[in-house]
């Protein structure tokens, strides 16, 4: 498991508030995500839905701090603990 941060300077990201868990294998039409809602969890399997969530982590994916600088950004707030 990699824990990356997102700094606030970023802005407001896609999805914010809701956990969503991207299931993909080699077989793409088996693709499955799945959305932690207010209302209970959401399935989706649709190419339209899939692909504005691969948006989303994609949006992601280059707005993080890389896995060594957020590593250093969690120790450096545990020392003020």
């Given at each position: 498991?990699?824990l990356r941060?997102?700094?606030?300077?970023?802005?407001?990201f896609?999805?914010?508030?809701?956990a969503?868990?991207?299931a993909e294998g080699?077989?793409?039409q088996?693709?499955?995500?799945?959305?932690d809602?207010a209302?209970?969890?959401?399935f989706?399997?649709?190419?339209a839905?899939?692909?504005?969530?691969?948006?989303?982590?994609a949006w992601?994916d280059?707005?993080?701090?890389?896995p060594?600088k957020?590593c250093?950004?969690?120790?450096?707030?545990?020392?003020?603990l």
């Amino acid at each position: 498991m990699t824990l990356r941060v997102i700094p606030f300077g970023a802005g407001i990201f896609p999805a914010a508030g809701h956990a969503l868990l991207y299931a993909e294998g080699p077989v793409r039409q088996l693709d499955t995500a799945q959305v932690d809602t207010a209302h209970g969890p959401e399935f989706v399997h649709a190419e339209a839905q899939l692909a504005k969530h691969q948006a989303h982590l994609a949006w992601m994916d280059e707005h993080c701090l890389s896995p060594s600088k957020s590593c250093d950004l969690f120790r450096s707030i545990a020392k003020q603990l």
